[in-house]
């Protein structure tokens, strides 16, 4: 049989370039940022790389987060299941983690407590035997003092599959978060990447301290496109369980938490006022009829905004159960949902540094004469995402927003902390301690 080399057939073409493509850019998210890099090195000292075991050839690999100086290392529960059902599994655990680099898994770990419900589960790698030496003192991440605001960035670290058990990072800004009053509710959305094997890895925010523990990752069509939102578990439901370990057993412990600290939700949302409710769907289009329904909502139900909401007449929103869809704003005579904003609780100081925020396309800042004056003539310039300003007095409430005085050397006026439309505008400065632990 004869052989004929020659040029692929256009469409194989097509199929092996996008391909190509493909892996880059998968690969691409798995390369730390240069400009957050100096903080992510600092924090990847606090990642754990978690592999189990099995004695039925079952081997899951993940990530954890040291949570405390003894040893405790925080995950995902759904990684670990397999320690509690088959006590002949192994589980090991690497630390003193750095960017783009292999750990050991020197450590032998037990299963100490879970939460099945929150999906959170708590390995300790201290009083077994077997162990090495831990290093003294043990680096452990701080737990946030206040939980995150939608908007602001959060940053992902984890052994992603793709990157072949390297430790990968990324960061990106929360997209939506809930009420953390029930297990349904407890979640937080970003658009950060963390792919298999980032399960239980840690989620901080700008000042270094623990917001969360990566759960997985959700498929959303967001702006017309398909993209893929990692599902986060904001770490109050960790505390009873690190409460629960603090005695000499070596037993496993199962808690019934008690009622979980409820997170600030100051984003913006939607409530339904269409007088027969509205069709919650899939997709912006009604194009796939019936099918592309995910339930009809009723009258007076209230969604979270998944930024920056609006596309083509339709917001893409996000449920109390982290569940995600569209909504069409009105039709011809209707008006089927409406703006609903929680209150905001400020973080801005007069004096300090805050940055400017925006989810839009620079310039996306437009400071004016007077707090609440939005007309053209009473434009200043514009600021774009990221430019350092200093907040110059006191704020004042004008129509149902929190406005402030703001200014750098090139433009001073007033700005909303978050506008009517739900993009935040100023956050506070953030400050990641550079030195190392």
């Known amino acids: 049989m004869s052989s004929r080399v020659g040029p692929w057939p256009p469409h194989r073409t ?3 370039c ?7 850019l998968i690969l691409s998210a798995c390369v730390p940022a240069s400009p957050s890099s100096p903080a992510a090195a600092r924090l990847a000292h606090y990642v754990a790389r978690v592999q189990i075991a099995c004695p039925n050839g079952e081997v899951r690999n993940g990530s954890g987060v040291v949570i405390s100086a003894n040893g405790d290392i925080a995950t995902a529960y759904h990684l670990v299941e397999p320690a509690e059902h088959m006590a002949s599994c192994t589980v090991r655990v690497g630390i003193g983690a750095r960017l783009n680099e292999d750990v050991p898994l020197t450590y032998e770990a037990f299963l100490a407590a879970r939460d099945p419900a929150m999906d959170l589960a708590i390995l300790s790698i201290r009083q077994q035997p077997t162990n090495p030496p831990l290093p003294t003192p043990l680096p452990y991440a701080p737990l946030a003092t206040t939980p995150p605001r939608v908007g602001e960035m959060v940053h992902v670290l984890g052994f992603p ?6 430790l990968a ?6 997209l939506s978060l809930g009420s953390c009053d029930t297990a349904e509710s407890c979640w937080l959305l970003t658009e950060a990447f963390a792919s298999w094997g980032s399960s239980g890895g840690p989620v901080f925010n700008e000042q270094g301290e623990l917001v969360g523990i990566v759960l997985g990752q959700r498929a959303a069509r967001l702006r017309g496109i398909e993209q893929r939102i ?19 057993s070596t037993a496993l412990v199962e808690v019934t938490p008690a009622a979980p600290t409820i997170l600030q939700v100051d984003e913006w949302q939607v409530k339904i006022v269409g007088p027969l409710g509205v069709n919650w769907r899939v997709e912006p289009s009604t194009a796939g009829g ?53 209150p905001v609780t400020s973080r801005l100081t007069p004096g300090e540094r805050a940055v400017v925020t925006c989810l839009t396309q620079a310039p996306c800042a437009l400071p004016v004469y007077s707090p609440g004056y939005t007309g053209e003539d009473a434009l200043l310039g514009s600021l774009a995402g990221g430019t350092l300003v200093t907040v110059l007095e006191p704020p004042v409430w004008v129509d149902g927003l929190i406005w402030w005085r703001v200014g750098n050397e090139t433009i001073e006026g007033w700005l909303p902390e978050v506008t009517a439309e739900g993009y935040r505008l100023l956050s506070p400065l953030p400050s990641i301690p550079l030195v190392e632990p």
């Open 161 to 166: 599959a793709l990157a072949e058990g390297l």
């Open 18 to 24: 996008a391909l190509v493509l493909s892996v880059l």
């Open 169 to 174: 990072y990324d960061s990106d800004t929360v």
């Open 14 to 16: 097509r199929l092996a």
């Open 290 to 342: 019936a099918d592309t329904i995910i339930t009809t909502l009723p009258p007076g139900s209230v969604l979270h905004v998944i930024p920056p909401g609006k596309w083509q007449g339709w917001w893409a929103t996000v449920d109390n159960r982290g569940r995600m869809g569209w909504v069409k704003e009105r039709t011809e005579r209707t008006t089927l949902v409406q703006p609903y904003m929680t």
């Open 230 to 248: 990692t599902a986060v578990r904001p770490y109050p439901p960790l505390l009873p369980l690190l409460a629960s370990i603090e005695t000499t």
